[in-house]
Antibody
Framework: EVQLVQSGAEVKKPGESLRISCKGS????????ISWVRQMPGKGLEWMGR????????NYSPSFQGHVTISADKSISTAYLQWSSLKASDTAMYYC??????????????WGQGTMVTVSS | DIQMTQSPSTLSASVGDRVTITCRAS??????LAWYQQKPGKAPKLLIY???SLESGVPSRFSGSGSGTEFTLTISSLQPDDFATYYC??????FGQGTKLEIK
């Protein structure tokens, strides 16, 4: 089964660092880009950025450039989203999603289950 | 950056109704438009890609059309399972703000 499995919910304090993960299985991890998507409580979907796991090339939305870092370890088929200093406004559900190929090119055909990040003092 | 604008933001309808959601792009995106369904507490699910191609396993009552800057998602006969929030997306990443489909 093709799937993306994300790490569990996190509760952090402002200023702390965090890295969440997204592990792909059932397909060739290096053959498909991975994106990260934010959903703040009660709000819509926001594309944050993407990574090519084959060479770790990244591309960020201007809204998130400099605020988060996307990385990947192809040896363990895992992509990461990390913050160096969290803010309360980072409280949200974060999804990873696989980019489709061919006619599905860059449509998000497989999604992780989501990781809830809560930042509160 | 390309902006995606959906309308309406909220839509009230009944089981059996035919409904249409519109998505406009700030510049031409050819046919690179996807539609997703999201239910509360769940990850989004791909319904339509490349404007009009139905994802495997998605019921045929869902259809998409359009190209360039104007796109539509149509549900031909609403079923109870269809009440959810729908998002359009330019294949490169940008999402519309969502349309919540509610029971009338």
């Amino acid at each position: 089964e093709v799937q993306l499995v994300q790490s569990g919910a996190e509760v952090k304090k402002p200023g702390e660092s965090l890295r969440i993960s997204c592990k792909g299985s059932g397909y060739s991890f290096t053959s498909y880009w991975i994106s990260w998507v934010r959903q703040m409580p009660g709000k819509g979907l926001e594309w944050m950025g993407r990574i090519d796991p084959s060479d770790s090339y990244t591309n960020y939305s201007p809204s998130f450039q400099g605020h988060v870092t996307i990385s990947a370890d192809k040896s363990i088929s895992t992509a990461y989203l990390q913050w160096s200093s969290l803010k309360a406004s980072d409280t949200a559900m974060y999804y990873c999603a696989r980019h489709g190929r061919d006619d599905r090119q860059d449509a998000f055909d497989i999604w992780g289950q989501g990781t809830m990040v809560t930042v509160s003092s | 950056d390309i902006q995606m604008t959906q309308s309406p933001s909220t839509l009230s309808a009944s089981v059996g109704d035919r409904v249409t959601i519109t998505c406009r792009a700030s510049q031409s995106i050819s046919s690179w438009l996807a539609w997703y369904q999201q239910k509360p507490g769940k990850a989004p699910k791909l319904l339509i890609y490349k404007a009009s191609s139905l994802e495997s396993g998605v019921p045929s009552r869902f259809s998409g059309s359009g190209s360039g800057t104007e796109f539509t998602l149509t549900i031909s006969s609403l079923q109870p399972d269809d009440f959810a929030t729908y998002y359009c997306q330019h294949h490169q990443g940008t999402f519309g703000q969502g349309t919540k489909l509610e029971i009338k």
